[in-house]
């Protein structure tokens, strides 16, 4: 599990984008209560067939075709007002629930009306359409939203029944354009369609991640990265062993180069060593290799060294337990949450006074909003590793969070006040400050709040998260996009293969409307991602800015327009 100072310790409130507007992804959206309306039994017992979240328009005649034929109709009324008549029949039938009826006098309105008429034209092909939604006649339903389209370019209810169409049909990226095109001609205000939206975001989104997974070339983490993710284990076995050898090979030249961050020749090193059956540094080695194989995202090959581990019952305590911890973590990423806490459940079985079981363990918890579980297994961590500030400021994290959420002001004072003394009591804990700094972020309390994230800065200086974090507040304190941009070149600056950077910075360019260069921002992110679960999310960014960029296009309109239309809708 990664630490406080690589930004993924707690969830990352991220600018994320749907259809260019700031929202959380993975929170998903509040539906509408559809509003239902007194009727009759009758009136119930005819729509009993019909679906009623599927609309049809117009009913604007008065009286029905009963009596005249076609032709007698046609000698009495004007060709519109003959199509007219057609279409109120088709409507009767649908809602009735006699479909195939109606579509029949629907096509009969279309060959009545005259080309010129085109709006009620495009009314026709939109209830047509929706009488063969109801058949599930999927190509049908495109094929009539299309020529509707083509009459009326910005008929909101074709654009929302052709996008249905193309979710049904597979064909999602063209489901994900017409339901934004629709969020932008509601004006961002229709829940529904913007629940719509996410849908096929994510749907999109897992497909694209699990293409992508498999041609993904992994990619070794900086410096820092690992070396924040080694600071978390308080009982990491390879930190007992030091290297004295001149010319070290196989594990112990492996544990040179890892310490030294040559990551590259870890792996080889480790392989080396396990050729060699009767090797004294063999679970050492399969312990470095799969931490190895971790941090560069190869999950599949990580799982197979830590099971060899943790089902050898001559390992020692202390190596199967860190095995498990790390296994734990690797499981959480693939979704797998059961599995992830059994594994700490072992852990705790073999060895109940290791303090990496619950700090991790804490962790896990913040992620899945069980904080009262994780303030307790804080506190164990504190007990056993009492000096341990990083799960200390964790612990007042989460408690902090709590308290707002039981609308208690005064805890929340006193827990600010702790962490004042978390500074000076940790006066080296990076933490303590960059959290802090979140916090005051979080209260508006801006200039504080800065200062405190310049101090962390300079005592890490390699952290890129802390810059990404100082640019985001400059956005949210003065609206100031030159310097947060500056503070994001930075990281990247800093560290190339800081995810995070690449990601808000993206959403910036999202926002002002410079979607090709959003897009490959996105797409330098995606090339960073290590699990599929990243990759989901940050595809599903990238489709969103590709489809905004598209409707803007074709629609005739400036991105940024667009943007500033769905945030401001949003706020």
């Known amino acids: 599990m990664t630490t406080g100072s690589t930004g993924s310790t707690f969830p990352k409130w991220q600018l994320a984008i749907i259809l260019g507007a700031p929202v959380a992804l993975t929170l998903g959206y509040l539906y509408y209560r559809r509003q239902t309306h007194s009727e009759s039994e009758d009136r119930k017992k005819k729509l009993a067939k019909a679906d009623k979240s ?41 809602r009735l629930g006699k479909f195939d009826e109606s579509i029949d006098f629907y096509r009969q309105a279309i060959e009545a009306c005259p080309g010129s008429n085109t709006v009620e034209l495009a009314t026709f092909y939109q209830n047509r359409a929706a009488a063969h939604e109801q058949l599930k ?8 939203c299309t020529r509707a389209l083509g009459l009326n370019p910005k008929y909101v209810k074709a654009y929302n029944r052709r996008a249905k169409a193309h979710e049904q049909l597979k064909d999602l990226s063209q489901s994900l354009e017409d339901i934004t095109a629709t969020c932008i001609l509601e004006q961002f205000q229709n829940q529904s369609s913007i629940a719509f939206a996410d849908r096929v975001l994510r749907t999109l989104g897992a497909h694209h991640a699990t293409e992508a997974i498999k041609e993904r070339k992994p990619v ?56 060699n059956e009767n090797s004294e540094y063999r679970a050492l080695s399969l312990l470095l290799r799969g931490t190895m194989y971790q941090l560069m995202g190869l999950f599949t090959e990580a799982l197979e060294d830590f099971a060899t581990l943790i089902g050898d019952s001559t390992v020692s305590a202390k190596i199967r337990v860190n095995a498990l911890v790390k296994r734990a973590s690797i499981k959480v990423q693939l979704d797998n949450i059961e599995e992830c806490f059994d594994d700490f459940s072992e852990a705790q079985k073999i060895d109940s006074a290791n303090p990496d079981v619950y700090y991790h363990r804490g962790q896990m918890y913040v992620l899945l909003q069980r904080l009262q579980e994780a303030v307790e297994d804080f506190e164990r961590t504190i007990e056993l590793v009492p000096n341990f500030g990083m799960a200390y400021v964790q612990k007042l994290y989460v408690e902090y969070r709590n308290a707002l959420m039981a609308e208690d002001p005064v805890r929340s004072f006193q827990l600010l006040e702790k962490f004042r003394d978390a500074m000076e009591r940790f006066p080296k804990c990076v933490e303590c400050y960059s959290i802090m700094a979140q916090i005051l972020t979080e209260q508006q309390q801006y200039k504080e709040a800065d200062q405190l994230f310049e101090k962390s800065i300079k005592m890490d200086p390699g952290n890129a998260t802390l810059l990404v974090h100082r640019g985001i507040l400059h956005l949210q304190w003065r609206g100031d996009v030159e310097t947060a941009l500056k503070y994001l070149q930075h990281a990247i600056e800093v560290d190339d293969k800081c995810e995070f950077a690449f990601e808000t910075l993206a959403s910036i360019e999202v926002q002002r409307g410079n979607m090709e260069k959003a897009i490959d921002l996105f797409n330098a992110a995606i090339n960073l991602a290590k699990s599929e679960t990243e990759l989901r999310h940050l595809f599903s960014l990238k489709d969103a800015a590709i489809a905004q960029m598209n409707v803007a296009s074709r629609m005739g309109m400036e991105a940024s327009s667009l943007s500033a239309l769905a945030a401001s809708a949003m706020a």
């Open 137 to 144: 006649q999927w190509s049908a339903v495109r094929e009539d």
């Open 54 to 94: 599927v609309s049809i328009d117009g009913d604007e005649a008065k009286e029905h075709l009963n009596g005249p034929t076609k032709v007698e109709a046609a000698a009495k009324q004007s060709p519109l007002e003959v199509a007219m008549e057609f279409k109120n029949r088709g409507n009767e039938r649908y």
């Open 220 to 275: 070794p983490p900086s410096s820092h990265f690992v070396s924040s993710f080694c600071e978390a284990f308080s009982c990491d076995p390879l930190k007992d062993i030091a290297v004295a050898a001149i010319n070290p090979r196989g594990f112990m030249l492996a544990k040179t180069e890892f310490d030294q961050r040559n990551l590259d020749k870890v792996i080889p090193a480790c392989t080396e060593e396990l050729q």
